[in-house]
């Protein structure tokens, strides 16, 4: 019995409307979660990146993808552990200015995490941090014991990922197909 982990599906296609939707629906159907979603250009010019983190068992990711890549849109998706990428999520934390200030509790708790200052006012302060989910929920975690509901707002965006291989994989199937283009 294959045991559920989280997964990260790269998805890359041209920048189609109602695609998204074609995607989800695809892991509806198999009653997967999307746990987090980031759709950007890449790297490559007219080329846009899906990264979807889901938890499934191997057999179940392997299906989901090879469906995916059967799409006319898509021109490859891939799926990767955490140990094939390097990845990262941001975080934004709205905390009122009153908790703030002449708390060095707080300002520890910030210089303890690494986080940025974005903005900060007479009403409130946005701060930024970096890092993996463990580590941006912690700062979350620690900030909400220490002022509660000082906390006003928290939002954090899905993965960016970019493998471990010296260049993205789609370079290395784009290339095969156009040497096999050539050859013809």
């Known amino acids: 019995m294959n045991k559920e982990q989280l997964f990260t599906v790269i998805i890359f296609s041209e920048n189609t409307v109602g695609l998204l939707n074609q995607i989800t629906v ?27 983190t889901t938890f499934a068992d191997r057999d179940m990711i392997d299906k989901v993808v090879k469906q995916i890549d059967k799409r006319v849109d898509i021109l490859k998706a891939y799926y990767h552990t955490d140990e094939d990428l390097v990845y990262q999520e941001i975080a934004l934390y709205k905390l009122s ?14 210089r303890k995490y ?4 974005l903005d900060l006012n007479s ?11 463990e580590e941006t929920q912690a700062l979350f975690d620690e900030l909400k014991q220490c002022i509660g509901k000082g906390v006003l707002q ?31």
């Open 97 to 110: 200015s009153e908790f703030f200030t002449g708390k060095h509790a707080v300002e520890d708790i910030i």
């Open 114 to 117: 690494n986080a940025r200052v």
């Open 26 to 52: 695809i892991f509806t159907r198999r009653q997967l979660n999307i746990e987090t979603l980031s759709v950007s250009p890449s790297a490559i010019p007219g080329i846009h990146k899906f990264t979807i």
């Open 123 to 133: 009403d409130y302060i946005v701060l930024e941090k970096s890092g993996h989910y």
């Open 154 to 184: 928290f939002i954090r965006s899905g993965r960016i990922a970019v493998t471990k291989s010296r260049i993205e994989r789609l370079s290395d199937m784009l290339a095969a197909v156009e040497d096999k283009v050539q050859r013809k």
